[in-house]
């Protein structure tokens, strides 16, 4: 037995056994766990488990074991318990589950809350494709700024392989949010084709003609709730016998007249409300609206909310060219690394040395999760002076008036996503939010005694 399935069958034990599990998930850092009685959960031991880098109780439970890994452990579980990955079992014994979850909810979450994770479950699965194509992109655009002539066929077909999710992601987008809004994906799909068809520019509408990627994602995003909403309506009264032609039929129209007369004009708006607002922001607040902003992200992410600001950098992308967002918000990070390294110096706990031993390497790769369950929020204090040490990088690359061709990456993995050749400014950056979370952190964000919590 390995250690990935010797950390599935202990895990296993801890969540009380596989009669306990109805479905298994995992995301890019936790394996995503859903339950039919949470109470059967014994959290501390979990916590112990080697390798384990923290645990979210949530509307799943999210055990935190680092990129890669997850994956593995994740197989494991499905072999011990005999689930497919992402399967869900219903056997009537749903009611525990549901009771705690709506306890959870009524407890933990605002409608905003709600909304941004289901945003966030929308594009987490586009994740690991964003990564690639961001990357490809990147290496493709350092070229192209060294002089290599963009009609050489091999910088032509990075081009070409970079490009293709970006240019397909409305389609993706739609898919995903009519999944989960309970709709029939493929017709959140035919929201993401109707919205950047280029065929819009051909017709008038009230005498003006479409605008093709009119609101960006943002218009995906809503037509494609239409579609589950609608669809859902309409299947309420249409006889059974009728159902698989005539519900499609009617929703596909409605909403796809509605998105070109409404959806599309208010989403666009709203696209250029934000892209507009978030760029005079930076703009005008500077050093303070980039201190603010990077000081502030870890909490976010802390509560899995920062997916949903994915639209918001698309969107950015989409207008501008770039998002200016994303290299501020990359040193939340960086100061996390810079506050685990300082624990690591000063600290005698073996096995706090390790976690962080563990967890550093994807750390400066742009992965914090490990690092955030593991080691600065459990200790508290570090978790600020991570935050604070994050704030100074962020004012730099704020002033500095960074950006990013891409998004899915963070740390040193976004280096060659940055735009207009400011590859060693954003270095720089980072290595002032490392400096700067080190320091805050050495001189009075960590005792010993803190250690013994871990």
């Known amino acids: 037995m390995n250690r990935e399935q010797q950390m599935a069958a202990s895990i ?71 689930l ?24 933990q979450q605002t409608p905003l809350r709600r909304l941004l994770r289901k945003i966030g479950s929308i594009f987490i699965p586009l ?9 490809i992109n990147g290496i493709a655009n350092f070229a192209k700024n ?18 293709g999710i970006f240019a397909s992601l409305g389609v993706l987008v739609g898919y995903n949010t009519a999944k989960e809004f309970g709709g029939t994906p493929v017709l959140g799909a035919i929201a993401g084709i109707l919205v950047f068809n ?15 990627g009119r609101g960006g994602l943002f218009a995906v995003l809503l037509a494609a709730w239409l579609m589950a909403v609608v669809e859902k309506r309409v299947r309420s009264f249409v006889p059974n016998a009728v159902d698989i032609i005539v519900t499609p039929l009617i929703t596909v129209l409605i909403v796809c007249l509605f998105t070109l007369i409404a959806v599309q004009p208010l989403a666009g708006w709203l696209s250029l409300a934000i892209t507009s607002g978030l ?16 000081g502030t992200f870890l909490p976010l992410v802390m509560v899995g909310l920062h997916h949903g600001l994915t639209p918001i950098h698309m969107e950015l992308i989409q207008k501008l ?15 996390q690394v810079g506050a685990a390294m300082a624990v690591y110096v000063k600290t005698k706990n073996k096995r706090l040395r390790n976690i962080i031993k563990g967890a550093l390497p994807v ?26 040490g994050a704030a100074v990088g962020g004012a730099f690359q704020a002033v500095m008036k960074t950006a990013a061709l891409g998004i899915g990456v963070s740390g040193l993995s976004l280096i060659p996503l940055i735009a207009d050749g400011k590859y060693v400014i954003y270095f720089i950056g980072l290595i002032i939010s490392y400096t700067f979370g080190f320091l805050f952190t050495y001189w009075f964000g960590f005792k010993e005694e803190m250690a013994a919590h871990i």
């Open 12 to 82: 296993l034990q801890h969540v009380g056994g596989k009669e306990n599990i109805t479905r298994i998930a995992h995301c890019m850092t936790r394996v995503r766990v859903s339950l039919r009685d949470p109470g059967k959960v014994n959290m501390d031991a979990l916590k112990q488990i080697e390798g384990v880098m923290g645990v979210i109780e949530d509307e799943t439970l999210q055990i935190v074991v680092g990129p890669g890994v997850v994956n593995k452990v994740a197989a494991a579980l499905c072999e011990l318990t005999g």
């Open 84 to 107: 497919e990955l992402g399967e869900v079992i219903e056997d009537g014994m749903e009611d525990i589950a549901e009771q705690t979850k709506a306890k959870v909810k009524a407890r």
């Open 127 to 135: 994740i690991p494709g964003l990564v690639a194509s961001g990357i």
């Open 146 to 163: 060294a002089g290599v002539d963009p009609q050489t066929t091999w910088l032509q077909l990075l081009l070409l392989i970079g490009g």
């Open 198 to 212: 280029p065929a819009l520019a051909d017709i008038k509408l009230f005498g003006e003609a479409l605008t093709p």
């Open 279 to 294: 760029k005079a922001v930076l703009d005008i607040g500077g050093v303070v609206a980039g201190a603010v902003l990077a």
């Open 321 to 335: 060219g770039s998002t200016p967002l994303l290299p501020v918000l990359a040193m939340a990070g960086a100061g």
């Open 363 to 388: 750390g400066f790769l742009g992965i914090g999760e490990p690092l955030l369950y593991g080691v600065t929020l459990p200790l508290g204090r570090p978790f600020v002076t991570a935050c604070l």
